[in-house]
């Protein structure tokens, strides 16, 4: 089904008529109330009137992460701060969250490309929605909350965790269709299958999946597992949070970008020249008619590809690609982006510690673990004594390290302290901090 048959089929012609002239009010609002965009488009030296085609888009300047955490937290927006009647937060490369916020307006869009997602991955007005993305500063709960109650769905806010009781509900309330993350799911799966429930038994007959990278080869073994179509979704708070693009769940190869509202590029990530359809570049957004937090030609990091051509599902927005990779070193661990700066922070404040330390990601069964491995200061060395165990001096030490990591990241980490030495150094390059085991397939 599509939600908005009118715009999602439009001629691109007519979208991309109907994006420049967006494109053009949204540069002028801009210019006029938010001085770090007035300051931009005057060094670039471009005015609302030089945008006569959609080319024109290159000669705007580029909004980065940095330039939202600079402005923390309010400083971006284009409205008065009365108006932004809802906030939303993710995680930041300070432990300052990147604030995000929606006008009243803004939510009315964001729920209305929400139900499009909802639509395009098989759901029907009066269906069972089991929404399984976490409710609160996380745009993924509330954003598909209000998106399928503009539906019409039957919405059950379950959030994420508490897996056991999730199963429960989906067994009682039948719901035709879940969000969640990709790696959730399978965790519910393997819920299920311990329980002894056979997979036929399971309501549910599509998944929308997103919020962490996940790969073709995952949705084969989902679909092998459940008789569910999974369907991915693509977001970000910046843009607007889960919404900005969906996988037809009758072809199910590439996410329609809600081009009307969202303007994408793909562009080389170091020359910035526009890559050829099908070619893989970091996705550059820009927001057409967000009100509070508008953005322009926002650098999400995301390397996937786009494909304008027609999609046999009828909708005329280009599709992008399963993202393949990231260009900054952010981790989305189990939807949470944890970058590694988070976790310096953190071990340069103890005394106890070094300032040499390692993150080693991995899949334990279905969800991803974050192992923090930091080296003790060489004091504590014999402290750490021969099976690395410790004592409970040591033992202390761990759990407020844990503490603190938990407290910046929003994840639970898992503290392991290691004798002095016996991490890897620089070798005059880069220092690989990072040990990703995460197998995605
Ligand atoms: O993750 C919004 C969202 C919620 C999307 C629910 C989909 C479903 P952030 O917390 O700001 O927003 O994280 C955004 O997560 O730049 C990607 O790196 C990654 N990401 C989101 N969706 C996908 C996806 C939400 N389908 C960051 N595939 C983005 C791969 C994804 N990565």
């Known amino acids: 089904m599509i939600w908005n048959v009118p715009v999602e089929t439009m001629p691109r012609e007519d979208l991309q008529a109907l994006q420049l002239a967006r494109l053009r009010d949204l540069v ?21 009137e030089h ?45 300052k969250p990147t604030v995000v916020g929606y006008t009243r307006g ?17 759901a029907r007005p009066g269906d069972v929605f089991h929404n399984a993305y976490g409710y609160g500063l996380f745009t993924g709960g509330l954003g598909m909350h209000y998106g399928a109650e503009l539906m019409g769905l039957t919405v059950v806010p379950a959030s994420g965790g508490n897996t056991e009781r999730q199963l429960l509900l989906i067994q009682d309330f039948a719901p035709r269709i879940i969000a969640c993350t990709p790696s959730y799911l399978l965790t519910l799966a393997e819920a299920a299958a311990a329980r002894g429930l ?15 990278p996940w790969t073709e080869e995952m949705r084969r073994e989902i679909e ?9 979704i693509y977001g970000l708070s910046e843009v607007i949070g889960p919404g900005v693009s969906n996988e037809c769940v009758e072809v199910q190869r590439g996410s329609h ?42 650098r999400s990091g995301d390397i996937a590809s786009l494909d304008p051509s027609p999609c046999p599902c009828g909708r005329t927005h280009a599709r992008m690609s399963l993202v393949v990779g990231r260009t900054d070193d952010m981790l989305v661990i189990r939807g949470v982006n944890v970058f590694p700066s988070q976790v310096e922070s953190v071990v340069v404040q103890f005394a106890e510690l070094s300032p040499h330390y390692q993150l080693v990601v991995t899949r334990e069964r279905t969800l991803d673990a974050l192992e923090v491995r930091i080296e003790v200061a060489p004091a504590l060395a014999d402290a750490l004594g021969a099976s690395g165990a410790g004592g409970a001096a040591v033992a202390a ?28 150094r620089s070798e005059g390059g880069k220092l690989r901090r990072v040990l990703d085991r995460r197998t995605l397939a």
């Open 397 to 424: 030490l761990r759990a407020r390290v844990a503490e603190r990591l938990r407290g910046v990241t929003g994840i639970h980490v898992q503290v392991s302290l290691v004798a002095p030495g016996t991490l890897p």
């Open 198 to 212: 056979a997979p036929e038994e399971l309501p549910l007959r599509s998944a929308v999946l997103g919020a962490e």
């Open 51 to 95: 945008l006569r085609s959609l080319d024109d888009l290159r000669r705007l300047p580029f909004t980065r992460k940095a330039d939202l955490r600079d402005h923390y937290p309010f400083g971006m927006f284009a409205v008065p701060r009365e108006q932004v009647i809802r906030i939303h937060a993710s995680s930041g490369t300070t432990g």
């Open 224 to 232: 092998r597992r459940l008789p569910l179509r999974a369907v991915n």
């Open 257 to 298: 970008v809600f081009e009307d509202h969202f303007l994408v590029e793909a562009l080389d990530p170091v020359s910035l020249e526009p890559v050829r359809p099908g070619e893989p570049g970091e996705l550059v957004f820009t927001t057409l008619t967000k009100e509070a937090l508008p953005v322009v030609r926002y």
């Open 106 to 122: 803004d939510l009315g869009v964001w729920a209305e490309v929400c139900a499009r997602c909802l639509a395009a991955s098989g």
């Open 28 to 48: 002028q609002r801009l210019a006029a109330r938010v001085p770090f965009y007035r300051e931009a488009f005057d060094r670039a030296g471009v005015r609302p």
